[in-house]
């Protein structure tokens, strides 16, 4: 939807994929804080504080809708999501056909 993203990863490919929109440009990345015994409501506070900034530094600089933007078109010449879906189901098979590896280098 050409929207810039604050991403604030918890696990698994999550840490992956928000520092993949932060070296694309779409949007920051705002990492958990992980607090010893006893300091949960200050790290709390702290991390709605951290995430305050990141999403009014988002949505105020034009730099990141722009480039949400484009990431959007790009994506929407790709096919959108149904040939997502496609080339992930056919990886999922194991159908590395030519057709997946092109989208898979032209960043699709």
């Known amino acids: 939807n050409n929207v810039p993203l604050v991403v ?22 705002v ?11 200050q790290a709390a506070a702290g991390y709605r504080s951290v995430v305050k900034a990141a999403l009014l530094e988002v949505f105020d600089n034009s730099d990141f809708k722009a480039v949400a933007a484009r990431c959007g078109d790009n994506l929407q010449r790709a096919g959108g999501v149904p040939r997502a879906v496609e080339l992930v ?5 194991g159908n ?3 057709e997946f590896a092109a ?3 032209a960043g699709a």
Do not use: H, M, W
């Open 89 to 93: 189901l056919a990886a999922a098979r």
């Open 8 to 29: 604030c990863p918890g696990f698994g490919d999550q840490i992956v994929n928000a520092q993949k929109a932060v070296d694309i440009g779409v949007g920051l990345k």
């Open 31 to 41: 990492d958990r804080p992980d607090p010893d015994a006893g300091q949960e409501a």
């Open 103 to 105: 989208a898979s280098r």
């Open 96 to 98: 590395k056909t030519t």
